[in-house]
């Protein structure tokens, strides 16, 4: 195939960029793909282009050798665009080109023609299936850009241009590289995590469309504590006034940990809990990668892309409201996926996850994203179509 042949003159020890300038979650689930990319080529040179935060994942992932910094760029929301540090950024990739830029950021609607200036020997990538022509506009090899998928888990989606690639699978897990001095950095901020089992709740999301009800998480909290877990509350310093309302409505003591730890602390501390309770963000995509067990309260996302793989260790609980998937920061309709998800769907699924020799729920397999579960108003039933 072109492709294939346009790939054969890499060699062993090509220089290869992935552009993926997203947030924690997203990145996360990008890293199936960086294992196929090492596997098809052990002797690489692999730099991630990411946002700031991503360094600090970058230089811990064995698949990654550098990592520049992406300045944002027009049209893209997950950073103010650095318009100043655009030339620059573009003369660093074009004074050493790579051998290969493979843009895993999504559809390309809006980054391929960046991905065509950044002057690489080879493109790869994603292209919207209606505007393959405006691939080749821009210069980009049309043989190395496969269709974007509008369908199924995000990992899959990143793993079908490794696919069309030719480029052999090295897995599905997620990982998040922790070492044995992180988790001695969380016994100094919290000696507790080795004193008695505890549970976080995580009550922050990036957009509020995406927050459930800190009343209700603060109902889940008192239901964890008075059966024996210290009830640990984590979030970024920007959402002290979640974590405050959170505890503020618990009857039972908790114990905040909120804007103290960095992704390492707190990857150490979901590690050693029994339980994560928390809404559809970041931080369900490090227990899946951990193994530890989550109850995930999905506000307005696409379970199917978004959702844990291992259906039987991560319980998620949403509404098919006909308005969702939701590209809303602020839900303008009342906001019915979260105020019809109640407490008594979700403490069901909690008491189903802590204690697993009680009876489970009346439950049955989303038929389009397998193991979901849907809560209605009075028990937990399969959804009849999908999110």
């Known amino acids: 195939m072109a492709r294939q042949m346009q790939l054969n003159d ?15 979650g997203d990145m996360l689930c990008a890293v199936p793909a960086l294992r196929a990319l090492r596997k098809a080529w052990p002797g690489a040179e692999l730099t991630l282009i990411g946002l700031p935060w991503a360094a600090a994942l ?57 991905m065509a200036a950044c002057g690489a020997r080879h493109t790869a990538g994603f292209v919207e299936a209606h505007s393959a022509e405006t691939t080749e506009s821009f210069s980009a090899e049309p043989a190395l850009h496969a269709p974007w998928p509008t369908r199924g888990h995000e990992i ?32 100094q901020l919290w000696p507790g995590v080795k004193t008695r089992p505890y549970v976080c709740i995580h009550p922050g999301a990036q957009l509020p469309s995406r927050r459930w009800a800190p009343e209700r998480f603060a ?38 940990l909120v804007g103290q730890t960095n992704l390492w602390t707190l990857g150490a501390l979901i590690e050693g809990a029994r339980l994560l309770v ?18 995930v309260v999905s506000l307005g996302a696409d379970v199917a892309r978004w959702a844990p793989l291992d259906h039987t260790l991560h319980r998620v609980l949403w509404r098919n409201v006909s308005c969702r998937p939701c590209s809303h920061a602020v839900c303008p309709y009342g906001h019915p996926c979260a105020t019809e998800l109640g407490v008594d769907e979700v403490a069901s699924a909690v008491l189903d996850a802590i204690e697993p020799r009680r009876p489970a729920p009346q439950a049955l397999a989303e038929p389009h994203v397998p193991g979901m579960w849907l809560a209605n108003s009075n028990t937990v039933t399969p959804s009849t179509a999908a999110p």
Not at 10 to 24: C, H, N, Q, Y
């Open 58 to 114: 970058a230089e811990r992932l064995p698949q990654v050798d550098r990592f520049i910094e992406f300045p944002g760029y027009p049209g893209l929301p997950e950073r103010v665009p650095q318009l100043a540090a655009l030339p620059g950024f573009l003369k660093e990739l074009q004074q050493r080109p790579f051998d290969l830029l493979v843009q895993l950021h999504g559809s390309g609607r809006i980054v391929n023609p960046l």
């Open 278 to 295: 928390c809404n559809d963000t970041g931080v369900s995509h490090i227990s899946a990668a951990l193994g530890t067990p989550s109850v």
């Open 10 to 24: 890499l060699g062993d020890s090509p220089r290869i960029a992935v552009f993926r300038a997203l947030v924690l």
């Open 156 to 187: 899959e989606r990143l793993l079908t241009l490794t696919d069309y690639l030719g480029l052999p699978r090295d897995g599905m897990q997620l990982e998040v590289p922790l070492r044995d001095d992180d988790r001695q950095s969380l016994m």
């Open 219 to 256: 109902a889940i909290g008192d239901l964890l504590a008075a059966r024996g877990y210290t009830v640990v509350i984590t979030g970024t310093a920007g959402e002290h006034p979640l974590a405050d309302a959170v505890s503020r409505a618990m009857r039972q003591p908790s114990t905040s």
